[in-house]
């Protein structure tokens, strides 16, 4: 049999659990700062999980950040691995729904790492990194038909740094309102 007939591949593909959808994921936030979340209306059951319904989730490429050792010679030395990231963060879609509270969390936690008072007043008190940020998690789950874990992307220190965009549009009579946030974070692994 040779390696690239259609029973190998029908083989590999059932020996490996079937091909993992794109459209299977979900998304939880745990920890978001209680400043955040005060005056908003939160879906039911949400206490320091919350999950986020996300019409797509967009990584960025993955790299390797290096350092270079500095060794006498030409050029730099050589370029040691550091760490790595998604670049430019991790972008969610959200649904808005009729009781925006989408808006409502995310606006607040902008105002809230800016050090914005709830009245619009600045106060040019920037919360601590470990009371705004150090707890926040991020949890994007892979999920197969029906339902169950098969992979987590577990990112830690999340907070948002990018909001694209509302589009509101009078053609538009078939849509709905999309928010998109990109995420910073200091670390990912896989769990």
């Known amino acids: 049999m040779t390696t690239n007939s259609i ?3 029908k083989s590999y593909i059932d020996t490996n659990n079937g091909l993992q959808r794109p459209n299977r994921y979900k998304i939880d936030l745990i920890n978001i700062p209680s400043p955040v979340k005060q005056n908003v209306t939160l879906p039911q059951g949400s206490g320091s999980l919350i999950t986020l319904f996300s019409g797509a989730v967009n990584f960025g490429g993955r790299t390797t950040d290096v350092t270079y050792d500095a060794l006498s010679g030409y050029g730099f030395g050589r370029m040691v691995p550091k ?3 998604f670049v430019g ?5 959200l649904p808005v729904t009729g009781r925006p509270w989408v808006l409502d969390l995310f606006n607040r936690w902008f105002d809230y790492l800016y050090g914005q008072s709830s009245t619009g007043q600045t106060n040019f008190s920037v919360p601590y990194y470990d009371e705004a ?3 926040v998690q991020m949890l994007i789950s892979l999920l197969d038909l029906n339902g169950n874990t098969v992979k987590r992307f ?7 740094i990018e909001a694209l965009p509302l589009e509101f549009n009078m053609a538009s009579t078939d849509k709905f309102l999309t928010y998109q946030v990109t995420f910073n974070y ?3 692994s896989l769990v």
């Not at 963060?89 to 879609?93: I, N, S």
């Not at 577990?154 to 948002?160: C, H, I, T």
């Open 7 to 9: 029973q190998v591949l």
């Open 83 to 85: 760490s790595t990231r």
């Open 154 to 160: 577990y990112f830690s220190e999340v907070y948002p």
């Open 133 to 135: 940020v150090q707890d």
């Open 89 to 93: 963060g991790v972008m969610a879609v």
């Open 186 to 188: 200091r670390k990912m």
